[in-house]
């Protein structure tokens, strides 16, 4: 089955819609007075069916009218300020290291590998990167996009969850890297924040070929239409939906698992979310893409397609071209 959305083309299940219309997530009634309660302003695809696809009860997808400019984003002369989250709950990925420090910004170790790269490809853009993985420094207002970098499971405790609610509804940037599809699997508005999508399995880290979906948006510009890159290939499900396909791995490398993805298998994408913009990206598992060690351009190109989707992300440059 084809990806329900790619590059930001939506699947419509026009028998259900009637005389509605679906736009980036949202459904929108063409008649006036449409019942729906909202005055006719746009309804949440959970008021139809289209296709079991859930909607999360908020404004998403490609459509900018779900942004909130509501003094999260970054604007022109302000500091530029993100938050690197990397608290684990559950199994550690060899790329964060051992567990950091209490505090905002602790010491880091030799092997925290990620934290420290990210910290250093933030400062080359101007952007000052502060790190945490202490829940009392979960503090979001200062920064223009908090990054979860592979903090899995209940990385967030439930003061958390309503700090990150209400950042995003706030127009606040969310990236989410590797292992963030491994968090807070209870919590279905995280889930709709990763794009209706959520971590099942994966395969060995092993080589695969990236295929360049939409060379439009700024964190793909450049990109060839086919590069080598070498991670393990995540099968998610839910499969995301409403959402702008940057990147997807090849069909070979995506059916190694049995709950392999088929002809089209995403690894980047990006959408509008409950005000807020999510820039997702399930690469980023070997050390050496952090460390720039990869054979050929792949390391180098994801260096580029992370930091570009995180400057998206805060609205220093455009989000997710279409």
């Known amino acids: 089955m084809k990806s329900l959305i790619r590059s930001g083309i939506t699947l419509v299940a026009a028998a259900a819609l009637g005389a ?5 997530g949202t459904a929108l009634n063409t008649e006036k007075g449409n019942g729906n309660g909202l005055g006719g302003q746009p309804a949440t695809a959970s008021q139809i069916y289209l296709d079991e696809i859930k909607d999360y009860g908020v404004c998403r997808g490609t459509d900018p009218s779900c942004y909130h400019e509501w003094g999260n984003g970054w604007t022109e002369g302000e500091e530029k300020k993100i938050l690197i989250w990397s608290r684990t709950a559950g199994p550690r990925h060899a790329h964060l290291g051992t567990a950091l420090g209490p505090g905002l910004n602790p010491p880091l170790n030799a092997n925290n590998v990620a934290q420290a790269t990210l910290v250093q490809w933030a400062a080359e853009r101007g952007i000052k ?16 996009a908090v990054i979860f970098l592979s903090s899995n499971r209940d990385t967030l405790d439930d003061t958390a969850q309503t700090t990150l609610m209400q950042y995003i509804r706030g127009g606040g940037g969310f990236v989410g890297i590797h292992n963030a599809f491994g968090a807070e699997y209870s919590w279905q508005y995280y889930e709709g924040l990763l794009g209706g999508a959520n971590f099942y399995n994966h395969g060995p880290n092993r080589d695969g070929t990236v295929e360049t979906i939409n060379n439009r948006d700024v964190s793909t510009t450049g990109m060839p239409k086919t590069w080598a890159f070498k ?45 807020g913009r999510a820039w997702l990206t399930t690469l980023g598992h ?9 054979p050929g351009d792949g390391d180098a190109f994801f260096k580029e397609h992370v930091v570009s989707g995180i400057e998206s992300a805060m609205g220093i440059k455009s989000f997710c071209t279409v």
């Open 20 to 24: 509605g219309l679906v736009v980036g």
């Open 129 to 144: 990167a502060d790190y945490t993985e202490d829940l009392s420094q979960f503090r979001l207002n200062n920064y223009q």
């Open 231 to 275: 991670d393990e290939w995540y099968n998610l499900i839910p499969y995301p939906s409403f959402v702008n396909v940057l990147l997807e791995v090849d069909k070979a490398t995506s059916e190694a698992t049995p709950a392999g993805h088929g002809e089209n298998h995403p690894v980047s994408w990006c959408q509008y979310y409950d005000g």
């Open 286 to 294: 070997d050390n050496a893409a952090w460390q720039g060690t990869l």
